[in-house]
């Protein structure tokens, strides 16, 4: 693709999709196997933006048929009562996924509590277990927002086979499992991060470039190779003049829509993706829990 002409990746039609076929699978057990997947939520304290987010999660499991239940808590509680929430809800046959919204109050153990989580119910795919069957390439729940990314990387290259994958950011939440996604995807990957010797250069050689930094606007129109694809995990709020708050990624849209083969924007892009994974994650891990084919997505 000519420079200028990038084209923009719709992550809301996308993530469409995807709801789509996850409501079409729950459709399916339900009238074949009589199983309705229940998500339940844990939202602890009174983060504003985690409650948009669990608002969000809850009101798109209802559109897709899944039944939810939201266990929000107090923000003083304590680690041992958190953890027996944890524990009745992976012995509650009729619970099939378990989301604890993070980040967690300063009291709490967030390792501790991933960790107590069912792996068999750990839509987040962020449990030990979880995150080394998908480093051994064995099948696992994976991390909702690194498939996102997968997906529509797919929808500019259906078979990535052979791209040199750049991912700026080694977080355990995208970083790490996104890499670990793209190596099964056949790419060449190359994690790179703020101690990356010059960045720029590196992130440059991307056919695939994933940023996922948290740092607004870091990725320059000049970090990226002509024509590549380019995927913006960042979700930063910024104020613009006036004070309201403009919500940017980690990539320099304007500049990179004129290098740039394809792009995903902020918002529209990788956020709905987040939400449309971890519904289908809590299908399959309803019919997996339940010993049932898991449908066709």
């Not at 990535?160 to 790490?176: D, P």
Request: proline content about 7%.
């Amino acid at each position: 693709m000519s420079q200028g002409q990038a084209s923009i990746i719709d992550g809301k039609a996308v993530a469409g999709l995807v709801r789509e076929g996850v409501a079409a699978g729950v459709g399916e057990v339900i009238r074949a196997h009589g199983l309705r997947p229940r998500l339940a939520v844990v939202l602890v304290g009174q983060n504003p933006a985690s409650e948009v987010y669990v608002r969000n999660k809850t009101k798109q499991a209802g559109l897709v048929g899944m039944e939810t239940s939201d266990h929000k808590l107090a923000a003083d509680i304590g680690q041992a009562e958190l953890l027996d929430l944890i524990t009745s809800l992976n012995e509650d046959e009729g619970v099939h996924g378990i989301l604890v919204q993070l980040p967690l109050p300063p009291q709490i153990d967030e390792d501790m509590v991933i960790a107590a989580v069912d792996p068999a119910k750990d839509v987040d795919g962020f449990h030990p277990i979880n995150v080394g069957r998908l480093s051994l390439g064995q099948p696992s729940l994976v991390p909702c927002t690194p498939q996102g990314c997968i997906i529509l990387a797919r929808e500019v290259t259906p078979d990535l086979t052979g791209l040199e994958a750049v991912v700026i950011g080694r977080s355990n939440i995208v970083g790490k499992p996104l890499a670990q996604l793209l190596l099964r995807e056949n790419c060449t990957v190359t994690i790179a991060h703020s101690r990356t010797r010059d960045l720029p250069a590196v992130a440059a050689r991307a056919d695939l470039l994933i940023a996922a930094t948290g740092q607004p606007k870091l990725v320059k129109g000049d970090w990226i190779k002509p024509g590549a694809t380019v995927i913006d995990v960042g979700t930063n709020r910024t104020e613009v003049p006036g004070g309201k708050a403009k919500l940017v990624g980690d990539v320099d849209f304007d500049e990179a829509l004129k290098v740039a083969g394809a792009i995903t924007p902020v918002p529209g892009g990788v956020g709905p993706m987040t939400i449309a994974c971890l519904l289908s994650n809590t299908l399959q891990a309803a019919c997996a829990l339940k010993g049932v084919p898991v449908p066709r997505l």
